[in-house]
C-alpha cells in the first residue's frame, strides 16, 4: 500500500498571501495523482489531477506539481473560500489511498 | 445539473447489515467508474471500493473485503453498496463519486462527489 504523508498538518495564513502544502508518497507514483479541498460539513471537490491539471471550473490561483515521490499543492493568494482541508491521493496502485490533509487556517 | 444522491445510511448494530444506495442524475451513468469513499467522524477520507462502468473491473479496500459488495444497475443510473457484518470502525459518512473513463483508461480519481450519507454501527 502506498502510503502518503501531508505537511505541514495545519497552515496558518491571512488571505492575500501565498499557500503551499506537499504531500510525499512512499514509492512512486508517476504523474498519478490529485488534490481535493474538503470544507466543513460539505464533499470534498476535486481540484487537480495527475499532479498538475486544473479540474473543471477550479480558479487558475490553484496549481499542481510534481512527480514521482513529492507533489506541491499552491494556492498563489488565498481568497477567504480557500481555507479548508486538502487532501491528496494516488491512483498509481490498489488500494487508492489518501493522505491525513492540511488543514489551510485563517491567521 | 450533474447530481449524486446517497441514501440508506442510519444506525446499525454491529453485526448487521445496510444497504447504501446512490442515485446518478444529469449524466451519462453507463460511461463512468463509481466509487465509495467514506470518512469517520473527525477524520480523513478512506477510499472503500470502486466498479468499472460495465462492472468489468471491482477493487475493495482490505477493510472491507469480504464483508462490503458494490454493484451498479445501469438501467436505473443507481450505485450501490451492500454492507454486512458491520463494525463499530465502520461508522463514517458514504460518499459516492464518479471517475472518469475514456477509450482504454480509467483515471481513477474522484471527478464529482455526492452529500454523503451517515453510518453508525453502535449497540
Known sequence: ?107 | EVQLVESGGGLVKPGGSLRLSCAASGFTFSSYSMNWVRQAPGKGLEWVSSISSSSSYIYYADSVKGRFTISRDNAKNSLYLQMNSLRAEDTAVYYCALTTEGSGWIRWCFDLWGRGTLVTVSS
Not at chain 1, 76 to 102: H, I, K, M
Open chain 1, 1 to 107: 500500500e502506498i502510503l502518503l504523508t501531508q505537511s505541514p498538518a495545519t497552515l496558518s495564513l491571512s488571505p492575500g498571501e501565498s499557500a503551499t502544502l506537499s504531500c510525499r508518497a512512499s514509492q512512486s507514483v508517476d504523474s498519478y495523482l490529485a488534490w481535493y479541498q474538503q470544507k466543513p460539513g460539505q464533499a470534498p471537490r476535486l481540484l487537480i489531477y495527475d499532479a498538475s491539471n486544473r479540474a473543471t471550473g477550479i480558479p487558475a490561483r490553484f496549481s499542481g506539481s510534481g512527480s514521482g515521490t513529492d507533489f506541491t499543492l499552491t494556492i498563489s493568494s488565498l481568497e477567504p473560500e480557500d481555507f479548508a482541508v486538502y487532501y491528496c491521493q494516488q491512483r498509481r496502485n490498489w488500494p487508492l489511498t489518501f493522505g491525513g490533509g492540511t488543514k489551510v487556517e485563517i491567521k
